[in-house]
């Protein structure tokens, strides 16, 4: 198994947000929701295998919530780690795929692209270089240490 870590050059996109979104509170009610569209996402993904969601991941006062919306429905999500305020990592994507033709994996992450670009920042690192976020303007391979 090869693993590729990857990142956006916020620098070389220019997208406008497509998705109604807002930052969330981690209250018990707003991570019982998140642990639901979780539950949704990795049961409809059929993941073999699955990072658990613990309380603190969504309390950690370096990560940002961004909730997103479909008709007033908060229907997915991502935690974003911030390590400082030029560089941040998308660390956790879920939502429900109750509309699967709205294609949110991709239209979630133009739009976190537009609102950390708008806040200074200049990378967002996605870990996993999968091939469908490739299509990301800015989208870059991470190559080995020299």
Known sequence: MTYEFARINLDETSYSESVTWQYLD???EVCQQ??????????????????????SRYRDPGADIIGYYDDSELVAWSLIRR???????????AWTYHRPELRLGIETMKTECAIYRARGFDYL??????????????????????
């Open 83 to 93: 390590f400082d305020d030029r560089n941040a990592l998308c660390d956790q994507f």
């Open 125 to 146: 690192y996605l870990e996993q270089a999968h091939l469908y976020k490739s299509q990301i303007d800015g989208f870059e391979i991470l190559g080995p240490m020299t």
């Open 34 to 55: 998140l642990d639901d569209i979780y539950r949704t996402y990795c049961i409809y993904r059929k993941f073999g295998s699955v990072m658990p969601m613990f309380p």
């Open 26 to 28: 981690p209250t018990a």
